[in-house]
């Protein structure tokens, strides 16, 4: 009976163990999983390196690495490790167009289709020098994201989720952006969202300005977003 219980209590004592440091199952891991890079000038390139482990003694595969943003591009320098193995992964953020405190995450999956993520972190400072950029986040490589997403949208709502919430936030209740809650006027808004701030932060959304959007679109965007409410 007493070497029952001392059985059951030690099976107890190692489940704690094995629960208590879930980073110790094996496979694909980040490392480091949160990585503060530091303060940089606007319009810089920042590059970090991490590195992805097999902390396990299995033959791993990194099958994707994506970033939630295309500004960040993420490279691996080999997909295939074996036990023990580890690759270094280079991290490039475009920091054009931003300013503050940015947050970006990185996930990998593996060959059993399961992920991971890990954390980078940067201060973007203004940059007295980038106000004349011709660049625009609907330029290039940026226009995918920023830009393809809108065409052929005519619902106020689906043109928002297309080239707007990921500045202003889900319900326009702000993120990176502006709250766009206290707009009462279709006019106002209207005019804004075509001929943008003067910054390259937000910048004109009109086709007649190199923008995304026609008259229609930005009309029944604006209509959408005043409908919000506070
Ligand atoms: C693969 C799609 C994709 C591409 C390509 C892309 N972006 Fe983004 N962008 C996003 C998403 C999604 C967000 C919001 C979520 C996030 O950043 O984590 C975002 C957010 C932003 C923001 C708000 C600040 C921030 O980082 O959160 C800026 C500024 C920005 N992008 C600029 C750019 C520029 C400039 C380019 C081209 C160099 C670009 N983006 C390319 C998808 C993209
Ligand atoms: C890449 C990020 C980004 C995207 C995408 C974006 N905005 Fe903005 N927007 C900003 C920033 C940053 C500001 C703050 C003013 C500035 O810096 O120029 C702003 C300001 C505004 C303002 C003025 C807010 C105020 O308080 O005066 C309006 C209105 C607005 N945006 C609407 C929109 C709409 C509608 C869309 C989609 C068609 C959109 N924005 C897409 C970043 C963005």
């Known amino acids: 009976m007493q070497l029952l219980t001392k059985i059951l209590i030690s099976m107890c004592l190692l489940i704690?163990?094995?629960?208590?440091?879930?980073?110790?199952?094996?496979?694909?891991?980040?490392?480091?999983?949160?990585?503060?890079?530091?303060?940089?000038?606007?319009?810089?390139?920042?590059?970090?390196?991490?590195?992805?482990?097999?902390n396990g003694s299995d033959f791993e595969q990194?099958?994707?690495?994506e970033s939630s943003c295309g500004c960040t591009t993420v490279e691996p320098e080999t997909r295939m490790l074996v036990g023990g193995a580890f690759t270094p992964l280079h991290v490039e953020v475009d920091t054009f167009g931003k300013l503050g405190d940015i947050r970006k995450s990185i996930t990998m999956?593996?060959?059993y289709g399961?992920?991971?993520?890990?954390?980078l972190t940067l201060h973007v400072k203004k940059n007295p020098h980038i106000m004349n950029e011709k660049r625009s986040i609907f330029d290039g490589k940026c226009a995918s994201c920023h830009v393809d997403p809108a065409?052929?949208?005519t619902i106020g709502s689906e043109?928002?989720?297309?080239?707007?919430?990921?500045?202003?936030?889900?319900?326009?209740?702000?993120?990176?952006?502006?709250?766009?809650?206290?707009?009462?006027?279709v006019h106002v808004l209207d005019a804004i969202i075509s001929n943008?701030?003067?910054?390259?932060?937000?910048?004109?959304?009109?086709?007649?300005?190199?923008?995304?959007?026609?008259?229609?679109q930005i009309n029944t965007l604006a209509k959408w977003i005043i409908s919000l409410d506070e």
């Open 151 to 153: 065409k052929g949208k």
């Open 196 to 216: 943008g701030t003067g910054t390259h932060h937000m910048p004109a959304f009109a086709q007649n300005k190199g923008g995304p959007l026609n008259e229609k």
């Open 16 to 54: 704690f163990a094995v629960d208590a440091f879930p980073s110790e199952t094996p496979g694909l891991v980040f490392d480091p999983s949160k990585l503060d890079m530091g303060t940089a000038l606007e319009g810089e390139k920042v590059t970090a390196t991490i590195l992805i482990r097999n």
């Open 62 to 65: 990194i099958v994707k690495v």
């Open 159 to 185: 043109i928002y989720t297309a080239v707007c919430v990921m500045c202003h936030g889900a319900g326009a209740t702000g993120g990176y952006a502006p709250s766009l809650l206290k707009f009462k006027d």
């Open 109 to 111: 999956t593996d060959q």
């Open 114 to 119: 399961k992920k991971r993520t890990a954390w």
